[in-house]
């Protein structure tokens, strides 16, 4: 059993042997945060305990099992919304102890990564590309619990760009979804966003998204402007901003690439759902590029079980006072 709630999405899942999904539950808050065009934590861990509850009961009960007969039960600790992260890592610490089950305490970016191996199994070495609305991460991955991070974000993340982009648009929340819909009927070539000048030194693999983003909200004056004879379509600033998004990550990926030698990519997150990204990726052919399906994109409980096996066959455990933490872990980390 693996349960989540690190943001606004309460999801619980069983999957067997570290592959097989049995249920996968996710219950959204959507609906609870657009209004606000941005995740509001306290509606979001409130809402969590209200739903936890049912949302591991229909776990159970989508895959036929009683609450003692799964094998263990896992939830994850960190990264994320630390009061939202709470509710199901205090729930599956519970749950556990109540039924004298081992307790995996995950972290969610690992879980992340180890989505597409819920479809087959992968070979070690690769290189890891993690795009979510909190992380950007490009890594090399020696095994499920072992990356070695080589280039990160200097300031916003990929997510964050394309939701932060979307609300002063209005676009939609979350951005992600929108722009990647609207951005297929756009030019992308209709502006030049500028890609920022990193990628020296020990910056060789990071990322930067902040100046890409206040260009293109600085586009909003046009935007808006009713006197402009011509003015810019949703559609052109959505492909084009997108073009300027992904570019900038795989600028970087492919610098790793080169480096590394590794010629296998797994993506992991939200952001891989981006239909640019994949379409991009599917273009180098001297690459194999994993991910997950779609619906395991975002945030679930079926990644954080699948990568719980892994633990659970090596004989590890969470001790019950293991706590929260809203920091992502401190991954090793190599400069070039
Ligand atoms: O992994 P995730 O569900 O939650 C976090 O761990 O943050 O990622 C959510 C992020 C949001 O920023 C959302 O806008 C983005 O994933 N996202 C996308 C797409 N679908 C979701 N970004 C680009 N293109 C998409 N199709
Ligand atoms: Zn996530």
Redesign the pocket.
Same mark, same amino acid.
């Given at each position: 059993m693996g349960i989540e709630s $690190?943001?606004d999405e309460c999801a619980a899942s069983v999957v067997e042997d570290g592959q097989r999904i049995l249920s996968n539950v996710v219950a959204t808050q959507i609906p609870f945060h657009a209004v606000f065009q941005g995740v509001v934590p306290e509606i979001a861990s409130r809402t969590h305990t209200q739903w936890i509850v049912g949302v591991v009961k229909n776990a159970l009960s989508d895959a036929g099992l009683r609450p003692d007969e799964v094998d263990a039960v896992a939830a994850t600790a960190h990264p994320g919304l630390l009061g939202s992260l709470l509710v199901a890592l205090n729930f599956g610490k519970s749950y556990a102890w109540s039924l004298n089950l081992p307790f995996i305490a995950v972290d =969610?970016m690992l879980a =992340?990564l180890y989505a597409p191996q819920l479809q087959e199994p992968l070979a070690y070495p690769f290189l890891g590309l993690l795009v $979510? /609305? !909190?992380h950007t991460i490009i890594c090399r991955v020696d095994n499920f619990d072992d990356i070695t991070v080589l280039g990160t974000t200097i300031d916003d993340a990929v !997510?964050?760009a394309? #939701?932060k982009v979307s609300k002063y648009y209005g676009f939609g929340y979350?951005? !992600? +979804?929108y722009? #990647?819909r609207l951005a297929a009927k756009g030019n992308s070539d209709a502006f030049r966003f500028p890609l920022p000048n990193l990628y020296k030194g020990e910056h060789r693999y990071d990322v930067s998204y902040s100046g890409l983003k206040t260009a293109v909200i600085n586009q909003l004056d046009q935007f808006r402007n009713p006197q402009e004879r011509d003015p810019p379509k949703s559609e052109d600033v959505a492909a084009a901003f997108q073009k300027t998004a992904v570019e900038i990550l795989l600028r970087s990926l492919f610098r790793a690439v080169e480096d590394t030698g590794l010629k296998t990519i797994v993506a992991g /997150? !939200?952001?891989a +759902?981006?239909?640019y990204l994949r379409s991009r990726l599917a273009e180098r052919r001297d690459l194999v590029c994993h991910f997950p399906p779609l619906e395991l994109c /975002? #945030?679930n409980g079926a990644m954080v079980a699948g990568i719980a096996y892994r633990y659970l066959i090596r004989g590890d455990r969470s001790p019950l006072d293991v706590t929260a933490s809203a920091r992502v872990k401190a991954f090793k980390r190599r400069y070039p």
């Amino acid at each position: 059993m693996g349960i989540e709630s $690190s943001c606004d999405e309460c999801a619980a899942s069983v999957v067997e042997d570290g592959q097989r999904i049995l249920s996968n539950v996710v219950a959204t808050q959507i609906p609870f945060h657009a209004v606000f065009q941005g995740v509001v934590p306290e509606i979001a861990s409130r809402t969590h305990t209200q739903w936890i509850v049912g949302v591991v009961k229909n776990a159970l009960s989508d895959a036929g099992l009683r609450p003692d007969e799964v094998d263990a039960v896992a939830a994850t600790a960190h990264p994320g919304l630390l009061g939202s992260l709470l509710v199901a890592l205090n729930f599956g610490k519970s749950y556990a102890w109540s039924l004298n089950l081992p307790f995996i305490a995950v972290d =969610h970016m690992l879980a =992340h990564l180890y989505a597409p191996q819920l479809q087959e199994p992968l070979a070690y070495p690769f290189l890891g590309l993690l795009v $979510s /609305g !909190g992380h950007t991460i490009i890594c090399r991955v020696d095994n499920f619990d072992d990356i070695t991070v080589l280039g990160t974000t200097i300031d916003d993340a990929v !997510g964050e760009a394309f #939701d932060k982009v979307s609300k002063y648009y209005g676009f939609g929340y979350p951005g !992600g +979804a929108y722009i #990647d819909r609207l951005a297929a009927k756009g030019n992308s070539d209709a502006f030049r966003f500028p890609l920022p000048n990193l990628y020296k030194g020990e910056h060789r693999y990071d990322v930067s998204y902040s100046g890409l983003k206040t260009a293109v909200i600085n586009q909003l004056d046009q935007f808006r402007n009713p006197q402009e004879r011509d003015p810019p379509k949703s559609e052109d600033v959505a492909a084009a901003f997108q073009k300027t998004a992904v570019e900038i990550l795989l600028r970087s990926l492919f610098r790793a690439v080169e480096d590394t030698g590794l010629k296998t990519i797994v993506a992991g /997150g !939200g952001v891989a +759902a981006n239909s640019y990204l994949r379409s991009r990726l599917a273009e180098r052919r001297d690459l194999v590029c994993h991910f997950p399906p779609l619906e395991l994109c /975002g #945030d679930n409980g079926a990644m954080v079980a699948g990568i719980a096996y892994r633990y659970l066959i090596r004989g590890d455990r969470s001790p019950l006072d293991v706590t929260a933490s809203a920091r992502v872990k401190a991954f090793k980390r190599r400069y070039p």
